[in-house]
């Protein structure tokens, strides 16, 4: 355990659908990171929070979004789903904002239908 | 621009045989690595890591990895291989001194193991 804990653990949708993904990082973390793993893509960088603060951006798409709350936990959001948006999103906490171990969560599976 | 790869997508070891997966990096810097491990349905937990220093690395499950600068490689090792170990292995590399920071993973090498 990674102490890093992710909600939902599934979660099923319908095409041009909205859903949250909630992530909770490790007790004294204060960076927060999304990937996303798919078949075709692999493991993919989305973004990284800091205090609250976006600190780095990767392939993430303008129909997604993120933001990191007061208390530190983080929530994904993405709209106007598409079938290709069918991935397992994880989420990652580290102490600093810099490079250092990131501890991963157990993930998200999303299917759009 | 920074990349991994791994050569071998899937590997078939025997119970008790000696494993080695590879691990190439495209890098500037000295750059920050990482082998993680993904079981089925699992999430990736983190098997050892690569900052500076000793160039090789113990980790956890008696797994330990090699940084070599003259090939840009870090191959993960484990001497003796348990049914247990079968899943699958990412190696990553990470921006040093950058305002924020991302992984880079590779694609991946998942690990058979047969009695």
């Known amino acids: 355990d990674s102490g890093v804990t992710q909600t939902p653990k599934h979660l099923i949708t319908a095409t041009g659908q909205r859903v949250t993904l909630r992530c909770s990082p490790r007790?004294?973390?204060?960076?927060v990171y999304w990937y996303q793993q798919s078949l075709d893509q692999g493991l993919q960088f989305l973004i990284q929070y800091y205090n609250g603060e976006e600190r780095a951006k990767g392939n993430i798409l303008e129909r997604f979004s993120a933001q990191q709350f007061p208390d530190l936990h983080s929530e994904l959001n993405l709209s106007s789903l598409e079938l290709g948006d069918s991935a397992l999103y994880f989420c990652a906490s580290s102490e600093g904002p810099h490079q250092e171990t990131q501890y991963f969560g157990p993930g998200t599976r999303l299917l759009v239908l | 621009a920074q990349s991994v790869t791994q050569p071998d997508i899937h590997i078939t070891v025997s119970e008790g045989a000696s494993l080695e997966l590879r691990c190439n990096y495209s890098?500037?810097?000295?750059?920050?690595l990482f082998w993680y491990v993904q079981s089925p349905g699992q999430g990736l937990q983190l098997l050892l890591k690569y900052f500076s220093g000793d160039t090789l690395v113990q980790g956890i499950k008696g797994f330990e990895a090699e940084f070599k600068r003259s090939q840009s490689s870090f191959n993960l090792r484990k001497p003796s291989v348990h049914w247990s170990d079968a899943a699958e292995y990412f190696c990553?590399?990470?921006?040093?001194?950058?305002?924020?920071?991302?992984?880079?993973f590779g694609k991946g090498t998942t690990l058979s193991v047969s009695s």
């Open positions: 007790s004294g973390d204060l960076s």
């Open positions: 890098y500037g810097a000295t750059p920050y």
């Open positions: 990553a590399v990470g921006e040093a001194n950058q305002a924020g920071t991302a992984l880079i």
